[in-house]
């Protein structure tokens, strides 16, 4: 499948001549971001319908699979480039307007496309090297990203959230070193066959607790949680809703997917531990976002909470809970990310963050008023909405499985996130106008453009769940990681068919 | 202790005083250098995983045998990662630069404008 290395090739390239170009040509710059995250979205549909339920493979340089590098598409992959680009579209859309208040707008694109080309690099990567260079990428463009706006506290935050992350990248590479001791090989699904083969030991089971280490702090699980609320809100409005959408969950949860389902395996401690850091993630972060009146960050500790309902849900190891894992990481960046979005674009029409001093915007600015109303319900999870699917399957399973305590906790979880939520729409849009912002209007066209998309996605994508649709899109995620260390037989069964 | 483990063992201890000027030291230039030598102690153990003791140079030519060579791979997948480690460092010096500018100090405690 030639067209696999494209998710990284058009990324990078992009961003190579934006920066050429960039400084001359505005108009260029937005036209030819927008361009190319619309064709990585498309590539990624493509690639969803095409043979949808086979693996696909791409040899680099055409080396056979265990000695050369090897990109792999499966079901998971699939999953999460679709939810990746799709995410990244709305945003560059969004980022047309709303980065015109910032200074040299090229450098920000080309940034941006350099992550975006470190996570799908991330996604279809077969080789665990690979995955630790594109798992760099994007994290030193996030860096570089948070930092943005130069100002105090964003370059504290990003000094944090680097000092933080470099460590997590390491504690990575070092397993990464430590499994390639033992197996000899860095193709992940013949890394598998040797661990297969030659059986757990103490050097894996060690390699296995620096790998969590590394994905617990990338995708801020709560012990490894601070510095996520600093560099989420300090970033400009549509980096905080890449980070918070797609970012943690490509470098935290997907690469805890793949490694311990897909490589090394689960166990019912594994499972548990996971359980238990889902809900305390799920409480901790609730609480403390409850209490903030900075809006930005409380969306950020929200960001936590959400996590938290993933993990359980993966945690329980269930096909159910695994369902609604996925499908909650689906909807939780598409909500989370409208909800940075509407957050930005309170900032860009009355420039402030702090809840106490907005009120009634909703007069004035009735689209992000509603956009936000639909995301607030969302991820309080109102029935209508698609929050409510996903939160509904994680809780059945719990049940199912007979954690009434863990389904108890998470729906506690789910009605404190819908007060936070009422209380932002509370000081935000309702009340009395504040009289210094009756000029007040709303926000321009491509900004408007982004918002009603992921708007228009929260209400419909509950339908994903009907029988025929589910096929195609969230089944053969679950198939993947339900499948577990099936995930080894990957090469042989591409090399067969030749 | 077996004399084969010492690299390792010095290995680790290396990556310890990385991690202890990451946790302890309050400068930001030192969290760093904390930072920079956390890094070369995870190089320098990837090398030590391909290393083999008296082994030579991984080149090969028809009339040797392949028995006695180190694993020449490791030692590609180093030169990425040093590479890797650059960009970080020069991100994070960098960002040290401005936050001099901004604060006037390189005092971790004193650079606290934000909460969490």
Known sequence: MVIIPFFTILPLSGAFIIYLVGRHSKFFTDIFANITTFVLFLLSLFILFFKPFEPLLYKVGGWLPPWGITLVIDGLTRFMLITVNFIAWTITLFSVNYMEKFTSKYKFYTLFLFMLAGMNGLLISGDIFNVFVFLEIASVASYALVAYGVEAEELEASFKYLVMSSFASLCILLGIALLYSYTSTLNIADMGVVLWEKGIVPVVIFSAVLFFLGVGLKSAIVPFHAWLPDAHPSAPAPISATLSGVLIKTLGVYLLLRIFYNLLGVNQIFLDILMFLGVLSIMVGVILAITQMDIKRLLAYHSISQIGYIILGIGLGTPLGVLGGLFHLFNHSVFKSLLFLNSGAIEYTIGTRDLSKMGGLRKNMPLTGWTSLIASLSISGIPPFNGFFSKLLIIIACMEKGYIGYAIWAIIGSILTLSSFMKVQKFAFLGKLNSLYKEVKEVPIFMRTAMVILAIICILSGGMLIPYLNNYFLLPAQKVILGGLDYKNINQSINNEK | ?116
């Open chain 2, 1 to 116: 202790m077996n004399n084969s483990y010492l690299p390792y063992f010095l290995c680790l201890v290396f990556f310890c005083v990385g991690l202890y000027g990451v946790l302890r030291k309050r400068n930001i230039i030192k969290i760093i250098i904390g930072l920079v030598i956390c890094e070369y102690a995870a190089n320098l153990f990837l090398v030590l995983v391909g290393y083999k003791m008296g082994g030579r140079s991984p080149l090969y030519s028809p009339d040797q045998s392949i028995l006695d060579m180190v694993d020449p791979l490791p030692q590609a997948l180093v030169l990425t990662s040093i590479v890797i480690g650059l960009a970080t460092t020069a991100l994070v010096v960098g960002i040290a630069i401005r936050i001099y500018e901004k604060y006037g100090t390189f005092d971790i405690t004193k650079i606290s404008k934000l909460k969490g």
